[in-house]
């Protein structure tokens, strides 16, 4: 909170509705394969180590820009890093900060 205003500043934004969109038109519910021919390919899919959350990151994604993904990377034992994905797999919310990545 701004001490001298009372208002509070935001620094990120998220959403899982499918009304958002990105001005190239990537909304939560979107295809993987289809961000791709947009964003180009995959860089990592990431998974947070307290909620297992899944993210994912593409070549030309601006650093203000993360998407979260629905669950569907393919992780091998034990790894919390991976560039493999399910058929299928979709960007489950995006988030727009104010911090980049």
């Known amino acids: 909170m701004h001490r001298s205003t009372g208002l ?10 499918e009304t ?3 001005s190239q038109g990537i909304r939560p519910g979107a295809l993987v ?4 021919k947009t964003l180009g390919p995959v860089q ?4 947070s180590e307290i909620e297992s959350r ?16 629905d669950y569907s990377g393919i992780f091998a034992s ?16 995006i988030s727009v900060s104010s911090e980049g990545r």
């Open 8 to 17: 509070v500043e935001i620094l990120t934004l998220s959403t899982t509705s």
């Open 78 to 93: 034990g790894a919390r890093r991976t560039k493999a994905f399910k058929g299928g797999a979709r960007i489950l919310a």
């Open 44 to 47: 990592e899919i990431v998974v």
């Open 54 to 69: 899944e993210f994912i990151a593409f070549a030309a994604q601006p650093s203000w820009l993360v998407f979260r993904l």
């Open 20 to 22: 958002f969109h990105t």
């Open 33 to 36: 394969v289809e961000v791709i």
